[in-house]
């Protein structure tokens, strides 16, 4: 497996990953149950060194904050349109914290669940929120553009 500890790209993005995972959280949840998603085009995650280079910059911002975590990251290929790379605090919340991040999971299930019902009922087309529903702060397509536009304010992409 090849290490991009040292790789100039991966520290850039690290430095950028940081605040955007300190504000992945739940609100009043201390700093744990973050959780990071990002999705983007085939042509952009090449830009940025590719998935797995991605994903070790999630690792190394993560680690910065503490986390114990978990990563993953599909598509980016040249055969593919999109590329999803994802991070997961695992860490165990201590209490009083543990609620308020089974809160947010829980909240987070069920406006997956609501989003796939439309989709498959043929009420929400793939790239648009729900009539009337403003983006929920965390969704992968808020994170995404957050990262985008973190990564564009450092001059890392244009």
């Known amino acids: 497996m090849v290490s991009y500890a040292q790789d ?4 850039a993005l690290a430095k950028v990953l940081v605040p955007l995972l300190e504000r992945s959280g739940p609100e009043g949840a201390g700093g744990y149950g973050g959780t990071f998603q990002v ?5 952009e995650a090449a830009q940025l060194g590719g998935v797995d280079l991605i994903r070790a910059t999630l690792r190394k ?15 980016g290929g040249p055969q593919d349109a999109t590329a999803m790379i994802g ?3 695992t860490r165990e919340a ?9 809160q947010r999971m829980q909240q987070q299930m069920r406006a997956t669940v609501e ?7 043929g009420l929400l087309g ?11 702060r965390g969704t992968p397509a808020v994170q995404a553009k957050e990262f985008m536009a973190a990564l564009a304010h450092h001059g890392i992409l244009g």
């Open 8 to 11: 100039e790209r991966c520290i």
């Open 39 to 43: 999705r983007l085009s085939s042509e």
């Open 61 to 75: 911002a993560a680690r910065e904050l503490g986390w114990t975590s978990r990563t993953y990251g599909f598509g």
């Open 87 to 89: 991070i997961h605090d």
């Open 94 to 102: 201590p209490e009083p914290y543990a609620q308020v991040v089974e």
């Open 115 to 121: 989003r796939v019902s439309m989709r498959l009922t």
């Open 126 to 136: 793939e790239d648009r929120p729900a009539p009337g529903t403003p983006p929920l």
